[in-house]
């Protein structure tokens, strides 16, 4: 997708330089029978049937759903089916595993803003992380960001989770650039040395960078420069700004310096404290994308409650459970599951429909592709996992799991268990047979 505006008739950036080369798996027409049926958009439906073909969910509904000849019948009586879970915060391939130095590649922290750098330059596809969110979390899209050491941290990227030799082979066709931001603690710490030291010194970088783009932006942008370009994205609402926030005070500030600088916040990451302000978010149609439960470890992160997905709910904002983790991603399922058992506790009853939405139309929707995937509708992307189970329950796993309706994952085959290059082990280890 460029993130480009037409000036005078003219296109001011080319088109994408490093354009998607993501080409779906074959796979053959399926429909799942029998199994409970969480759509994504905040539907069940009890003996349900799905069925897709061609990469795209081509019907979907209860028993007396009519199955085409040619279709494989997969039985799931007593078990589940959801969209493929998206992770909208994710590391994985800019700190893959091992986690050794020579693999950090998260954070340019050479300077408090570095809107010029892109997360996929430094994604490696063979880090092991991905294939376990598949297996072990139905992870089939998910975004990678920046690290949080920086204001302004530079582009994101948004991948299926298919294995490929380049991360052009898991971009995610048509998906909009992300632009990560931070605020807080994080940046002070980094740069306490040099500046910004406050949180005052954060917000007027970041308001004289936003003033020098607008001025770039409604130029005639001829001049090539990698920053502004991506700042211009921006402003332009092609590219969608993902902040790292985690106090109330200070994202309803960024709220108002985005009204000033004329961009949209599309959703404040981690966000412990977006239960103070579920109103406000709700009126600026703002996600958060939070934990279940995560809190205390540093200042701004003390206020942090498990009832906080509960109560964003309850005030009608939008709520995304996230990983940025590579161990969390594995069971983003028992992290929303937690979220909603914290809510119960006090007294807010969510529907389990409504929690799944939590892990696929909410994060595809702050991502700009739920217009494709997100949701089990006719016409939409074929990602979806079956899972043994019910899918907020500990005890489940996916059982088998598709991408583009092509199936990447089962529990039951061994050659369809896909581990990373890196997993198989150096030359002249193990029994070559």
């Known amino acids: 997708m460029a993130s480009a505006s037409d000036k005078g008739g003219e296109t001011a950036i080319a088109d994408v330089p ?81 986690s050794v130095a020579a693999h950090s590649d998260g954070n340019e922290a050479t300077s408090p803003t570095t809107p010029q750098v892109w997360a996929e330059h430094s994604v490696w596809p063979q880090d092991p992380g991905f294939s376990r969110a598949l297996a072990n979390g139905g992870v089939t899209s998910l975004q990678i960001l920046p690290g949080s050491a920086n204001l302004m941290g530079g582009r994101s990227v948004t991948l299926k989770n298919v294995p490929s030799r380049t991360v052009q082979g898991m ?40 003033a020098d783009a607008k001025e770039y932006a409604d130029g005639d942008r001829e001049t090539r420069n990698l920053a502004k370009e991506t700042l211009a994205g921006v402003l332009d609402g092609d590219i969608l700004v993902h902040n790292h926030c985690y106090r109330a005070d200070e994202m309803a500030q960024v709220l108002d310096m985005a009204k000033e600088a004329g961009y949209k916040v599309t959703a404040f990451h981690h966000a412990v404290e977006s239960y103070k302000i579920g109103d406000i978010l709700r009126e600026a149609d703002v996600c958060s994308a939070i934990w279940a439960d995560w809190w205390g470890f540093k200042m701004e992160a003390y206020d942090g409650i498990p009832e906080n997905a509960a109560l964003i709910h309850q005030a009608g904002a939008c709520v995304i459970v996230h990983s940025d983790s590579a161990n969390g991603i594995q069971r983003l399922n028992q992290e929303a599951a937690k979220a909603q058992a914290s809510g119960k506790r006090m007294g807010i009853d969510i529907a389990d429909a409504e929690i799944i939405r939590w892990l696929t139309l909410n994060p595809a929707k702050a991502m700009g592709i739920d217009d494709q995937t997100g949701s089990l509708e006719a016409g939409k992307m074929a990602d979806i996992v079956l899972w043994n189970g019910d899918p907020l329950s ?28 890196f997993e198989l082990g150096q030359p002249g280890e193990g029994d070559v047979k």
Request: aromatic share 12%.
């Open 394 to 421: 500990v005890y489940s796993r996916p059982e088998k799991v598709w991408v583009d309706g092509a199936m990447l994952f089962d529990s039951s085959d061994s050659k369809r268990r896909p581990v990373s290059d």
């Open 171 to 210: 971009k995610f066709p048509g998906a909009p650039y992300g632009f990560k931001m931070a605020c807080g603690e994080n940046p002070k710490r980094v740069y306490s040395s040099r500046g910004p030291s406050t949180r005052m010194g954060n917000f007027a970088i970041n308001r004289q960078t936003w």
């Open 18 to 98: 490093f354009p998607s080369t993501y080409s779906a798996y074959p796979g053959a027409p399926t429909a799942l029978i029998g199994a409970t049926v969480f759509d994504g958009a905040g539907d069940r439906i009890d003996n349900g049937t799905v069925l897709f073909a061609d990469g795209k969910v081509t019907a979907i509904g209860d028993a007396s759903l009519t199955i085409p000849d040619g279709y494989t019948r997969i039985d799931g009586t007593g078990k589940y089916v959801t969209p493929g879970i998206i992770d909208i915060h994710s590391h994985l391939g800019d700190y893959p595993t091992p």
